[in-house]
């Protein structure tokens, strides 16, 4: 098997026959110039690996072909042979990029060999290099295409933001620090007086967690469809979602659980059935002048069979509007302990008008890089109270 | 601000201090030191961004500092002053790796400032796309951690391996193309003389797909929910699951449509029924000396809500196994059109015993790389007949 193709360009040709023969014999493929004119025009048609070049040659001498090679090849080595008087010459060749040089009479052709050997394996190395860093970067354009489609799919299992139902506006955000999210938030309407929202964040985050909060989506979904067919009236009972979604998860034994939040807003009586599943911080009730953290407790879906959910009712006479979020929205704020942030947040929705557009731009949400956590954001407001 | 940290060897101090003094009025930061050996000792704990090193010392001279600093930081520019008579030293420093010399008196020293900067950005350079490679590959290794988690959690999805269902044992064996698969499998008891299967097929690979695969699976888990409360008979009905399916699919609104077969075995009757949604290639029935391709037909779920799906019927006296696979597995094949791959995979199928670990070994899976699709293996095989 051939090594390499060499490039000899030398205009004394007693020089080039010893040095072609002693190099193919060497398994080396050999083509030859005899001065620098012919030299660059081989080097352009045959593309060699090395080119070995004699410095003193009539028309084009060796600097410059030296140049134009490393010009328009820069990764190609290049020796250069020199008379013995012309040290100045090999210095300007070094300096210009020259990857070695040898000083004619060519006595000892093995350190010739050598030094085409060094150079040409320091060449490889860096091809090598540079074709790890192109498939690096493929697999990266693979791998984040594949990601962003899945990503894609998810969000369209989001409900429609800014959705109206009954006299309540439903917006939410969700900002995944991954391309998947762990998160999740839904609503859809029950009956002409009743809707369901939920938030959900599951363990983790990326594609598995993702996986999860499409088993999520499905659950009530698969309900849902027990509902229209009014077999069962889960759906207007929080605790009850939460306890068979629970069994669910285990039963489906992927190891995950969810902390979640589920509320049932009955527009015609104004009043709120909620059920918790350890998710945090607490959902926010809005008034006027005041906002108010509403009680919670409960163990995450997923985790423990056991696992009890209650109901709990609040009023939603005055009630403008809910703020849910998921934990990573504390994460990037800057108070000192989770106490101060839960404080400081029932402050923020207190000031504002519970848009979320406000909210994302207080928390400079979408300016915010390298997000720690997914962050979700879901508000619930009276359209007719704000 | 600082333009980087240079280091001068030198042991002539006018020298040393005309140099530093034009450096440090560049915004340099230099240190300096009057001889190797505390030249090296100063390399070492302070780092410097760049050496510039007098050849000709006592004690170590410049060419063993060189060889010293190239040895244990490669990426160093490191620039040669020497005196004018000694070209041949300079010439031993270049092709050690110098990257540029200087010829004592240090006449013009805006010559030594533009070959330090010139040297600085080159090194600077390299530098960013080293830590740009290592960017990429952290990048690659967090991007396939999340996909690779993300398929533990597909695979857990995943029926029993070799399960005994009656006197059926069935195996399978997903092999996808990239970390989630778009192919699925399940199958279950439905009661003491009925069990379902299915394969699916979805559009396109990758996370998308992988999530209309737990899309399908949970499909079907709620009709199980359903079943075992036994309010429907949907399960033992499997053209009815398909129309579900479809309008679900559509319903949900990912624009993913999948190919799907799914067969109910009556072990009691010895019967199958089944529906097909367009999967291909045909699932294969096997006895003693022959196989047969079972007739299917139907349009894939997910895409047309006016799609009709139909059973046929089938029976199993004499059938010692079924064996199902995704069109994956023709795309492995050589036979030049799509006839013959048939044709061949029935003869396979003919001459085995239907055990997926022979079927696999045929077609050399486990060493097959780069798939380009996903590839599905089902085996039904009834244990009283092989």
Redesign the interface.
């Known amino acids: 098997m051939r090594k390499g193709k060499l490039l000899i360009i030398d205009d004394e040709s007693p020089v080039r026959d010893t040095v072609v023969g002693y190099l193919e014999d060497s398994q080396y493929e050999v083509i030859e110039a005899s001065n620098g004119e012919d030299g660059l025009k081989l080097f352009r048609s045959a593309k060699p690996d090395l080119v070995l070049c004699d410095l003193k040659m009539p028309k084009i001498d060796g600097l410059v072909v030296l140049k134009t090679v490393l010009e328009e090849s820069p990764n190609t080595p290049f020796i250069v042979v020199s008379g013995a008087g012309v040290?100045?010459d090999?210095?300007e060749a070094?300096?210009l990029g020259a990857s070695?040089?040898l000083v004619k009479p060519l006595s000892d052709l093995a350190v010739l060999e050598h030094s085409i050997e060094k150079n040409l394996s320091a060449a490889n190395l860096m091809k090598q290099n540079e074709s790890?860093?192109i498939r690096?970067?493929q697999?990266?354009q693979q791998?984040?295409a594949?990601?962003k489609?899945?990503r894609?799919?998810?969000q369209?299992?989001l409900p429609d933001n800014r959705a109206v139902i009954h006299n309540y506006r439903l917006e939410h955000q969700i900002f995944p620090s991954?391309?998947?999210s762990g998160d999740f938030v839904d609503y859809f309407e029950l009956n002409d007086h009743q809707f369901l929202f939920f938030i959900a964040d599951v363990s983790?985050h990326?594609?598995?967690s993702?996986?999860?909060t499409?088993?999520i989506k499905?659950?009530l979904?698969?309900l849902r469809?027990?509902w229209e067919s009014d077999?069962h009236d889960q759906l207007s009972d929080p605790s009850r979602i939460l306890a068979g979604l629970n069994l669910y998860l285990i039963e489906?034994?992927?190891?995950?659980h969810a902390t979640m939040f589920v509320g049932v807003i009955d527009s015609a009586k104004a009043k709120l059935i909620y059920s918790c599943a350890a998710h945090f911080p607490t959902p926010i009730l809005k008034r006027a002048n005041d906002a108010e953290a509403l009680p919670t407790d409960g163990l995450p879906v997923g985790l423990l069979p056991e696992a009890v959910y209650q109901n709990r009712e609040k009023s939603l006479v005055d009630v403008s509007g809910m703020f849910l979020c998921s934990d990573g929205l504390l994460e990037i704020m800057d108070e000192a302990s989770l106490v101060q942030k839960e404080t400081r947040l029932l402050e923020i929705i207190t000031e504002s008008n519970n848009s979320l557009s406000e909210i994302c731009a207080h928390f400079g949400m979408g300016n915010v890089e390298d997000i720690p956590d997914d962050i979700t954001l879901l508000s619930v407001n009276n359209i007719g109270l704000i």
Chains 1, 2 share one sequence.
């Open positions: 040290m100045s090999v210095v070094l300096r070695d040089y790890y860093r690096l970067e697999t990266n791998l984040e594949d990601l489609a899945g894609k799919i998810q369209k299992m991954h391309y998947l983790g990326g594609v598995s993702a996986i999860i499409v088993l499905n659950y979904q698969s469809g027990s077999v489906m034994g992927l190891d995950r």
